[in-house]
C-alpha cells in the first residue's frame, strides 16, 4: 500500500508590524514554538513556517487526513496566541482574520485560509507552495488554467503521453455555492468561460484525468461571506505537484515570467499586477501592494517534508531567481500605469466586486438626494 500523506497550508492574518505589510518576529516565534512541540508530540511530522505579507502561513506534513480537528486546532490556537501578542504589542489589525470566537473542528469559515492535500506518496513526489497576499482565490485562475490546460505553457500536454488524457477541474461557485467538474482538453472553452469570471468562480481542486491523481488544491475562502462585510480580501494559497507524469516544476512557474492583474491591492477595491517575489520580499508597501505571490518546493518523503542532515525541511524559494525579474519591473510599470488613474474604473474595482466596502454606504447617505430627471 503506498503510504498516504497529508500537506496542509493554513494561513490567517493576525496582526502586522505598520499597517497590513508584514508579520513581525514576534509572531512566527510563537508559530515555530507551538509546532515544535506538536513535533514532538507526534501530531505533525514536518513543519515550514513562513509569511507573505500580513499573512501568517503554516506550512504542515503530517498523516492524519484533510479537515483533521487536531490540525485544524492545532493551526487556530497557534492563531489566536499569535493574535494574543499581536494585541498585546498593538500591533495592527490584531486577529484581522479570526472571524469566530468558539472552535468548531475546522478552521474552514471561520476565517483562515486552508489549501490541503492527503496524497499517496509517489516514488519522488516534488511540490510546490504558493500563496499570495492582497488578492483573493480567483487570483489563482488564471495560472491553474496555464498550468493544467494550457499546451501552449505546458509542454508536457503536447510531449508527454501519462498527461494526454488532460485534466480535470472543479470549479465553485461562490455565489450560489455549487461546484461543478469539467474536463480539459474537451470542455475548455467553457472552463475558461466560467474561471475568467474570477471574483465568482475558482478552481478548488484539478486531478489528472486518466488515474483521478490530486495534482493541485487551492483555497477558496470568501471572508465577506463569513462576517457579513467587507474585512479584508481573502489572500489566497495553493498546493500543486510536480513532474512525473504531471506538468514538470518549470511549468508551474512558466505562468509568472510575466505579471498579471489581481483583484485586491489597496482596502481589496482595485486592481492591480500579481509581483513573484522571494520570501524575504513579500511585503506590501506600494498601495499596500502591489499584490504578492511566493512559491515554495519542496519534496514529501516518506510522510515528511524531506530534510538536511541537521533535520531541517529542505525549502527552495522558488521566486528567488533573477529569471522572475522581468515580472517584477512588468508589477512596477504596470502599478504605476494603474495609479495614474486614481480612482476611476477599471483601476478600481467594479461596484459589485467592492460591495462590502464603503461605495454602498455613501450611495445610501446620497439616496435622499437623487431626484428623478
Ligand atoms: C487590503 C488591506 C489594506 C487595507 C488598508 C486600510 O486587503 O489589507 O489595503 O485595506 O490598509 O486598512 P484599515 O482600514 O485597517 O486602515
Ligand atoms: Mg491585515
Ligand atoms: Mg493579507
Given at each position: 500500500m503506498p503510504r498516504k500523506t497529508t500537506i496542509s497550508l493554513i494561513k490567517c492574518d493576525v496582526g502586522s508590524l505598520a499597517g497590513h505589510h508584514v508579520v513581525p518576529e514576534p509572531l512566527f516565534n510563537i508559530a515555530g514554538m507551538n509546532l515544535k512541540k506538536a513535533k514532538e508530540d507526534g501530531l505533525v511530522s514536518s513543519y515550514h513556517v513562513f509569511n507573505v505579507g500580513d499573512d501568517l502561513q503554516l506550512l504542515m506534513v503530517h498523516?492524519?487526513?484533510?479537515?483533521?480537528p487536531e490540525i485544524h486546532k492545532l493551526a487556530w490556537d497557534i492563531f489566536q496566541k499569535a493574535a494574543d501578542k499581536a494585541l498585546k504589542l498593538k500591533l495592527?489589525?490584531?486577529?484581522?482574520?479570526?472571524?469566530?470566537?468558539?472552535?468548531?473542528?475546522?478552521?474552514?469559515?471561520?476565517?483562515p485560509g486552508v489549501a490541503e492535500m492527503e496524497i499517496e506518496e509517489r516514488g519522488s513526489d516534488p511540490v510546490v507552495a504558493f500563496a499570495a497576499d492582497k488578492?483573493?482565490?480567483?487570483?489563482f485562475n488564471f495560472p491553474l488554467f496555464r498550468i493544467f490546460g494550457d499546451p501552449m505553457n505546458t509542454a508536457g500536454l503536447v510531449i508527454d503521453p501519462d498527461m494526454a488524457g488532460g485534466f480535470k477541474f472543479e470549479v465553485l461557485d461562490t455565489v450560489e455555492d455549487k461546484r461543478v467538474v469539467l474536463k480539459c482538453p474537451e470542455e475548455m472553452y467553457a472552463l475558461v468561460g466560467l474561471i475568467g469570471t474570477v471574483g465568482r468562480y475558482m478552481i478548488s481542486r484539478i486531478w489528472?484525468?486518466?488515474?483521478?491523481?490530486l495534482c493541485a488544491v487551492g483555497s477558496v475562502t470568501k471572508l465577506s461571506k463569513i462576517a457579513?462585510?467587507?474585512?479584508?480580501?481573502?489572500?489566497p494559497v495553493m498546493i500543486v505537484r510536480a513532474q512525473h507524469g504531471l506538468p514538470a516544476l518549470g511549468e508551474i512557474l512558466v505562468p509568472f515570467m510575466h505579471s498579471y492583474f489581481v483583484a485586491g491591492w489597496m482596502r481589496g477595491s482595485h486592481w492591480g499586477p500579481l509581483m513573484p517575489v522571494q520570501v524575504k520580499d513579500a511585503k506590501c508597501t506600494v498601495f499596500d501592494g502591489p499584490p504578492r505571490i511566493v512559491a515554495l518546493g519542496f519534496q514529501v518523503a516518506n510522510g515528511k517534508?524531506?530534510?538536511?542532515?541537521?533535520?531541517k525541511p529542505m525549502i527552495a524559494?522558488?521566486?528567488?531567481?533573477?529569471?522572475?525579474d522581468m515580472a517584477r519591473r512588468e508589477a512596477v510599470e504596470y502599478a504605476s500605469m494603474l495609479r495614474?488613474?486614481?480612482?476611476?474604473e477599471p483601476a478600481r474595482l467594479s461596484v459589485g466586486e467592492m460591495e462590502y466596502t464603503t461605495l454602498p454606504q455613501i450611495l445610501a447617505k446620497l439616496k435622499e438626494r437623487f431626484e428623478p430627471t
Open positions: 498523516g492524519r487526513g484533510e479537515s483533521n495592527y489589525g490584531a486577529g484581522q482574520d479570526l472571524l469566530k470566537t468558539a472552535f468548531s473542528g475546522n478552521v474552514r469559515g471561520m476565517g488578492t483573493s482565490a480567483g487570483a489528472r484525468a486518466r488515474d483521478e491523481l457579513g462585510k467587507y474585512v479584508g480580501k481573502d489572500d517534508i524531506a530534510s538536511d542532515d541537521n533535520e524559494d522558488l521566486f528567488d531567481d533573477p529569471a522572475f495614474r488613474m486614481g480612482e476611476f
